[in-house]
């Protein structure tokens, strides 16, 4: 950190945090303290990590401190139900992408119709959850602005006055369709429409770490995987309530009683 404002945004940042700070999380508030401070509109803030690491509770707290801060905050997602994770965990509204950049053209038209809409925010902070799903690919058949959900983004946000985007994510969720990668979460993508990118990534698994055996065996996983270790998966179930061995002979009755009420 290059400055006293610096050191207390990022006290403010672990204060909001709720809990001490992992190492992963230290270096990520850290660095949204120095992008918070910096007045450079060029740059694009990109956070990753593992599920379970604390990506929502450090959106949780940058928007908290934002908000301390007097400072102001959009909370976005892709789906509805993203969206509706996010608020209730940041304890602040939060919109569909669509909904908040697109508005409709006029039905005389007859093509119901969707247009980028006029970004009247100032000096706001726009943060995206679950940007894995965000596609660059244009589709003929969209009615939604250039058919690139990540490219009207991308316009919208920074044809606001001084506006800055925060994307967070997964890279191990799996992409959008047509898509080899997540295209809002790869540097190399995001850097070809001309951004700085700042990156900060989450890896030591804070949530349910010992008490999940889903979550553990799937953070196992990713590692021998990153590592390219991994032959095949090797599933532990000692000693875990969600993670239950069933036989072959067993498994077809066991998927109807799951999934016969649905």
Do not use: W
Not at 43 to 53: K, Q, R, S
Not at 165 to 178: F, K, T
């Amino acid at each position: 950190m290059n400055n006293g404002r610096d050191r207390i945004i990022y006290k403010n940042l672990c204060e909001n945090l709720g809990n001490v700070p992992t190492e992963d999380q230290a270096s990520a508030l850290e660095k949204i303290a120095s992008y918070i401070t910096d007045n450079s509109t060029g740059e694009i803030f990109l956070l990753t990590g593992y599920a379970g690491t604390g990506k929502t509770s450090v959106i949780s707290s940058v928007v908290r401190t934002l908000d301390r801060l007097r400072m102001k905050s959009v909370l976005l997602a892709p789906t509805g139900r993203a969206a509706k994770v996010l608020a209730s965990h940041a304890g602040k509204q939060a919109f569909t992408i669509h909904r908040k950049i697109y508005r409709q053209k006029s039905l005389k038209d007859g093509t119901g119709s969707f247009v980028l809409d006029r970004n009247l925010s100032r000096n706001t902070y726009f943060i995206v959850d679950e940007s894995s799903m965000i596609s660059n690919t244009a589709s003929e058949s969209s009615v939604f602005g250039s058919g690139s959900l990540l490219d009207d983004l991308l316009e919208y946000v920074y044809s606001g006055t001084d506006c800055r985007l925060i994307l967070v994510g997964d890279n191990a969720q799996l992409p959008p369709v047509g898509s080899v990668v997540s295209p809002a979460l790869d540097r190399m993508v995001l850097e070809g429409y001309g951004f700085g990118i700042i990156a900060a990534e989450l890896r030591h698994v804070v949530r349910q770490s010992e008490s999940s055996g889903v979550l553990m065996n799937a953070t196992n996983i990713r590692l021998q995987v990153s590592e390219g270790r991994l032959d095949h998966p090797l599933l532990d179930c000692r000693n875990y309530k969600d993670v239950v061995r069933i036989s072959g002979e067993n498994l077809i009755e066991e998927l109807s009683d799951s999934y016969g009420a649905c």
